[in-house]
T-cell receptor, first 112, second 115 residues
Framework: ELKVEQNPLFLSMQEGKNYTIYCNYSTTSDRLYWYRQDPGKSLESLFVLLSNGAVKQEGRLMASLDTKARLSTLHITAAVHDLSATYFCAVGRSSNTGKLIFGQGTTLQVKP | DADVTQTPRNRITKTGKRIMLECSQTKGHDRMYWYRQDPGLGLRLIYYSFDVKDINKGEISDGYSVSRQAQAKFSLSLESAIPNQTALYFC??????????????FGEGSRLTVL
């Protein structure tokens, strides 16, 4: 059974600081997704990682994938308040595209 | 206008009532999904459909049924709602496309409270 675990589940940080959210998964997968959710809102796709060693960056966020370690990271550089949200990682299988297993979510609070 | 539209956005109902959540999309995607979100549990797949004639159970299908009325419409029903079905429900679509990314596109969510 494929399980996805994120840590930490809650992160409070000061503006300007760096931090990393970790996403571990239990069985082989060749694709990893990161989503952002603002309170009471829908999920917005941030990154799609499709191969071992994939790295993608958008603004202050950078995501990477290590399929051998079954680990993805979401690194936040010089956090700003607008990054406050809940971040989900999700894992899929190429043969079952769209059937994603989600992590519990990491709620990020960036304080001025 | 949103590409994936869910109705109703909020609903309060009583135990034993039948509830239908509707989803329509203008993205032209064949694949549609219903997920349920509970605090601390992330999102879990209820049902999915890869085309109009294809319906499949997800992780937590018990107590739910679905109907794919057209490529663009996918409805979720709770035949007899119970309090532990109180949750935020999301409809999503995907399109394998040439890149086959499997990326999901979500609706705005339907918050259901069962008293």
């Amino acid at each position: 059974e494929l399980k996805v675990e994120q840590n930490p589940l809650f992160l409070s940080m000061q503006e300007g600081k760096n931090y990393t959210i970790y996403c571990n998964y239990s069985t082989t997968s060749d694709r990893l997704y990161w989503y952002r959710q603002d309170p009471g809102k829908s999920l917005e796709s941030l990154f799609v990682l499709l191969s071992n060693g994939a790295v993608k960056q958008e603004g202050r966020l950078m995501a990477s994938l290590d399929t051998k370690a079954r680990l993805s990271t979401l690194h936040i550089t010089a956090a700003v308040h607008d990054l406050s949200a809940t971040y989900f990682c999700a894992v899929g299988r190429s043969s079952n595209t769209g059937k994603l297993i989600f992590g519990q979510g990491t709620t990020l609070q960036v304080k001025p | 206008d949103a590409d994936v539209t869910q109705t109703p956005r909020n609903r309060i109902t009583k135990t034993g009532k039948r509830i239908m959540l509707e989803c329509s999309q203008t993205k032209g995607h064949d694949r549609m999904y219903w997920y349920r979100q509970d605090p601390g549990l992330g999102l879990r797949l209820i049902y999915y459909s890869f085309d109009v004639k294809d319906i499949n159970k997800g992780e937590i299908s018990d107590g739910y049924s679905v109907s794919r009325q057209a490529q663009a419409k996918f409805s979720l029903s709770l035949e007899s709602a119970i309090p532990n079905q109180t949750a935020l429900y999301f409809c999503a679509t995907s399109d394998p496309g040439p890149d086959n990314t499997g990326e999901l596109f979500f609706g705005e969510g339907s918050r259901l409270t069962v008293l």
